[in-house]
């Protein structure tokens, strides 16, 4: 299995062209997280493929699809460090006074 990074850019930025990306991307469950992000790039997603053949091709179909995708960057995970899904409830919580 391969965990794929994966940065993307749209070319357009009105409401519906963020729309239209999210509910395509919603709809496919090799995508295991997206993230709408602030700085250089407009998200960030996180992929789980049989291998980066597969990974090429859920690629390959998004762009045939015409999301609006105008620019990606991959990140193929070599060496899992840290991958916590309990969450730090008792850090997060304001201190109590």
């Known amino acids: 299995v391969a965990t794929v990074l994966m940065e993307v850019t749209l070319a357009s930025h009105r409401q519906a062209d963020f729309d239209r990306f ?4 919603r709809d496919i469950p090799e ?32 762009l045939d699809r015409e999301i609006g995708i105008d620019r990606y960057f991959t990140y193929v995970v070599v060496k ?18």
């Open 80 to 97: 899992t460090v840290k991958d916590d899904i309990a969450l730090p409830i008792a850090d997060l919580l304001p201190a109590s006074p």
């Open 22 to 25: 999210e509910r395509v991307i």
């Open 31 to 62: 995508i295991v997280a997206c993230w709408s992000v602030g700085g250089g790039v407009d998200y960030v997603l996180k992929v789980m493929a049989r291998d980066i053949d597969a990974y090429q091709r859920l690629v390959d179909g998004l």
